[in-house]
């Protein structure tokens, strides 16, 4: 049932991956490794920060 | 010639300025010991690899010499997937060894760019299915159905061979170079190898075909929703879904994105369910009811409104719904061909091989089925992506493999998949779907005769198939449905109702089909609408600075509606042309993307060229000029076959000369009005063409000069500029593929067992 759950659990970490929900946490960890001074955006500044840059630099999607 | 570096002279020169850090691990597996391991031969890999050469064989003998009544779908499973595994495991390392020469002991964009939001260094297998689902999408899931026309053996070899020699082959150099320049896009690429002329006539090119891509797609979608009350109200559910998620992700929960894209994949499936019964009521039917033209309309005003809708809102949402849905839509595919093994009954070749008058897509089968194939095997529209994000987030040089040409051969296997769906269903069927209504009559009774005179070998086609298939799909009619997507959602219908639900699943399956495929389009449309304006903006702001503030709102909003009115101008010609619209559209988005995957060998072959690698540079010069010849004669044949179906001008011609002589039918034309818009869309198309080949010639021509160059250069002995990013040296290790190898793993423990603060990446420029 453990290894079930833990494979369950992998693979919603994979998609989340793939689709970048763990965009925050990367980011958090750039922040505290690259030593910045200033504190980390909030997880809804992020997010936002994020969608708002896509709007004047927007990515192609194939087809 | 003895001036000639080999292959290694090079990485040694990158060898001196990277000093690597004394206090870390090493950062690349060392050569010697990857070079021995590669080139050791256990006999469990010679057992495995001639087992996969023996399955791969058998499967192919299948495919292609038994002339049996059937053949089993799961051959092409097998032939495909043992030539992928070949074509991984030995052609892409000669590329790898000779060509791209990635080091390891340099970082990667991710590395040394490294800010948290762009340039993330990113797990191998996350990026792998990020960058797959960044490049499939509706394309080859439409190209293959269309390609059926030809029977199955000409479009299975294409796809297969053509991904291993040519489209992943591009995928894979494009994504290299790009890395190598901190993620540069195909336009910056071109602009610096093959100087002003050719990286202008490469921006123009590009702008274009992005314009006929969009259009082509968009006329997909609206053939398949013409008419289906269903459809169109359950692929229209997909904004206020988007909105939702949209709103639900920047103020409810932040962050939060898979539990919003399984709430927006459970209202989706509520969506198509409520289709079904929102259909079935005597209102629904009515209002859901729209013609193609008023469809055609719609999307050109939603196209608009969601290009300058902020991203948040509607395009990133949905962005994850259909990565979502690609996900999970692929891997139920496969799981439902490998267990209901459909049999297949559609000769190898079919009668209209041999023909250039076929109903699907008119012309010879060379060249006309390479340019109908276009994603799957090789397409150029991948090498915007591939030298966009993906680039950008690769944690060590030599993952580029497996994610540039891995994920290419990734896309292949939806393109073989999307073939065997489409030809699990009745081949008579095919044919009354995908040929036009001006063909068809557009009743069943009409359509079906109409097929049955075809004289197609065992093809015997009732009007009861007809009505019976439509009934079983929940739609009124299938006749004349064409744009390869209706046809793939009754093969994937079919396929899907044996696996899970029987008939009566079977309208549930088809509409999900038709969801999904439109709502990767939608997704393209809108994100291509974006490109191309911000391509235009940046264009016109050479002349007009203003223009290249991307937040000064009359100059996107203008922009957007210039390329909107383009590409709708485009959509509303193929969706009211008396000719059909796809059989005439389709080889022009074929020829587009192959010209852009000409455009982007090109620019490798001048940077392989700049780099020394002459005696290999065969490698990139041979899927050059397949696809140049290939889009160069089906250019030349639309623009001067004096067959009226295959040559724009010759149709012209015809067609002027039919109203000159004061008729008021002509051909498929029944009225004036009709054979007027012909004259017109002819000549629009034909000219459309003129351009694309003119532009695409004289970016090859650059290229060649470019390479040309580098050659005299390297006989002289002068130094080659190159436009790389300088070597840093790298601060972390990661494996290259999938699995890692021996050597690898020891790195790895190496590099586990260092303090967590000494492995994290300390970016330079902060």
Redesign the interface.
Known sequence: MNTILEGFRGFARYLGGVMGADAYQKYLEHHAASGHQAPPMTEREFWRDRTDRQDTNPQGRCC | MSSMPGGRARTTDEDLELTPDPSLPPTAVDEAVREAEESTWTPAKIAIWAAIALVGGVAWFMLAIIRGETVNAIWFVFASVCTYLIGYRFYSKVIERYITRPNDRRATPAEYK?????Y?R??R??LF??HF???????PLVGPVIAAQMGYLPGTIWIIIGVVLAGAVQDYLVLFFSMRRGGRSLGQMAREELGVIGGTAALIATLLIMVI?VAI?ALVVVNALGESPWGVFSVGMTIPIALFMGVY??FIR?????EV?LIGFVLLMAAIIGGGLVADTEWGAAFFHLDKVTIAWGLIFYGFIAAIL???LL??PR??L???MK?GVIVMLALAIIVVRPEITVPAFSEFASRENGPVFPGALFPFLFVTIA?GAL?G??A??SS??TPKLIEKERQTRLIGYGGMLMESFVAIMALVAAISIDRGLYFAMNSPAALTGGTVETAATWVNSLGLAGVNLTPDLLSQTAANVGEESIVSRTGGAPTLAVGLAHIMQQFIGGTAMMAFWYHFAIMFEALFIL??V???T??A??MLQDSIGNFVPKFKE??WRPGAWLCTAVMVCAWGAVLLMGVTDPLGGINTLFPLFGIA?QLLAAIALSVCLAIAARRASFKYLWIVALPLAFAAVVTITASFQKIFSPVPAVGYFANNAAFSKALADGKTEFGTAKTVAAMEAVVRNTMIQGWLSVIFVVLSIIVIITALIATSKAFRHERAGVAHKDHEDPAVPSRGYAPAGFIPTAAERELMAEWNKLPAELR????AH?
Not at chain 2, 133 to 139: D, F, L, M, R, V
Request: net charge neutral; with cysteine; aromatic share 8%.
């Open positions: 490294a800010d948290g939001k762009d993330v990113t797990d297998n996350v299915g990020h689902a960044a490049i499939a999408g509706a394309g891509i797609l992700l920047r932040p962050g939060k994105v898979l894209s902020p991203v948040w395009l990133a962005d994850y259909s990565t979502f996900i994603c397409s529209f991948h915007l992506i966009g994000t997704t393209a809108d994100a291509g974006r490109v304006r911000f991307h937040s993307n994290l990446e300390k970016p902060h």
